[in-house]
């Protein structure tokens, strides 16, 4: 397998599961039950998972009045895009 593809994988796991944090917290929330703690959310956004936790935030409306979300999980997503494709660009040349 190639790196390209060993990297989409590993993004591809890494975004459905802040995704599905951010639902299950939300549940949580609704629920009046033990949350996930936010260090954790916003981990699994650093790890890779910006996409899946910015599409998590808006489809479960969860975390979007707290500024630490809703300007940290777009700059961690900006950063990871500009990370990557610089990695992308030195792996392909």
């Not at 299950?24 to 899946?52: F, H, M, N």
């Not at 969860?62 to 990871?80: D, E, N, S, W, Y």
Request: charged content about 20%; aromatic content about 12%; cysteine-free.
């Amino acid at each position: 397998m190639s790196s390209f593809g060993i990297i989409f994988i590993y993004l591809e796991i890494v975004n459905l599961a802040a995704f599905a944090l951010m639902g299950i917290d939300k549940r949580r929330a609704v629920k009046k039950r033990r949350r996930i703690p936010e260090a954790t959310l916003i981990l699994s956004a650093v790890l890779g998972g910006g996409i899946g936790a910015l599409a998590g935030m808006y489809l479960f409306r969860h975390k979007t009045r707290k500024k630490k979300f809703t300007v940290g999980i777009p700059v961690i997503l900006a950063m990871q895009a500009s990370f990557f494709l610089l990695l992308f660009y030195v792996i392909s040349r």
